[in-house]
T-cell receptor, first 117, second 109 residues
């Protein structure tokens, strides 16, 4: 098991372009989370999946952001019509579920650093 | 939603010194984790500690859930301990970790 894997590690794009990031969770983890981190701040929750079901997406920053996990394994995060304010580190995490709605220890990938120019 | 406050925001230590980082949270939690963010941005798991005390080498952590705080102790600090330390909690209604703003630690040789 190699942990949570994210691709690409870095992405530079021009304003207005679409970008897509990929996350491969730890293999037996059925919960997957996306976070965004801007400079000097802690990570901010965006959305999460349990298997292929997206259970909370209210924190997705605008309708330009969307996430999928079609087969309950890897996930993609897409940003359409990128803006300079989208420049940030995008982090993916995975975990096992706990009792009820809770979950066990979460593990993070290396992140994708997006720069919009 | 749940609020997480970390203190101090910045800490500068001489190599070999000890330190205590604090995390206060505003409501009951199911889950609490401490992370170290390395210079490349990766979050390294230090402790999964919803309650009680754990130790791992020079690091230890204590969470007093009834009083809504957690402490991370670093003993005999090394320059490689430098970085940002985050506390993150899962509130009572679950679903996600909420992060504090972090403590920036700089260890000088």
């Amino acid at each position: 098991d190699t942990g949570v894997s994210q691709d690409p590690r870095h992405k530079i794009t021009k304003r207005g372009q679409n970008v897509t990031f990929r996350c491969d969770p730890i293999s037996e983890h059925n919960r997957l989370y996306w976070y965004r981190q801007t400079l000097g701040q802690g990570p901010e929750f965006l959305t999460y999946f349990q298997n292929e079901a997206q259970l909370e997406k209210s924190r997705l920053l605008s309708d330009r952001f969307s996430a999928e996990r079609p087969k309950g394994s890897f996930s993609t995060l897409e940003i359409q019509r990128t803006e300079q304010g989208d420049s940030a580190m995008y982090l993916c995490a995975s975990s096992l579920p706990g009792a009820g709605v809770t979950f066990t220890e979460a593990f993070f990938g290396q992140g994708t650093r997006l720069t919009v120019v | 939603g749940i609020q997480v406050e970390q203190s101090p925001p910045d800490l500068i230590l001489q190599e070999g010194a000890n330190s205590t980082l604090r995390c206060n949270f505003s409501d009951s939690v199911n889950n609490l984790q401490w992370f170290h963010q390395n210079p490349w941005g990766q979050l390294i798991n230090l402790f999964y500690i919803p309650s009680g005390t754990k130790q791992n080498g020079r690091l230890s952590a204590t969470t007093v859930a009834t009083e809504r705080y957690s402490l991370l102790y670093i003993s005999s600090s090394q320059t490689t301990d430098s970085g940002v330390y985050f506390c993150a909690v899962e509130g009572e209604y679950g679903n996600k970790l909420v992060f504090g703003a972090g403590t920036i630690l700089r260890v000088k040789s």
